[in-house]
């Protein structure tokens, strides 16, 4: 205990009896004990809020991990096309011109 042997805790238990009396020493006794619980218990919920908080971190390094993988992947895709000569671009092909006769007749609708 703290580096105290049996001695030095008797002494300590001594002088408390005399200074705080023998009415008072059990209710002090009482009221520390709970106390001592009372931290024990807090320094426990404690250690589990750390824990918890340690997984939702390993969780959160996993999500951004595949995060990574997947927007890589993504930005992959079309530097393959690329290299593969496919173009990747949702262009439309070039409309077909159109001949005298058809605009012609698109002129007549007009008048």
Known sequence: ??????PEVILILAVGLIVIGPKKLPELAKSLGK??????RATQEFRDTIDVNDEV????????TI??????????????????????SDSKAPAKPKTGSETQENNS???
């Open 67 to 88: 995060k990574t993988d997947i927007k890589d992947q993504l930005s992959d895709k079309p530097k393959q096309a690329q290299e593969k000569g496919t173009d990747t």
């Open 35 to 40: 106390g001592i619980v009372e931290f024990k």
């Open 109 to 111: 609708y007009g008048k």
């Open 1 to 6: 205990m703290f580096g105290m042997g049996m």
């Open 57 to 64: 971190s390993d969780f959160r390094e996993t999500v951004d």
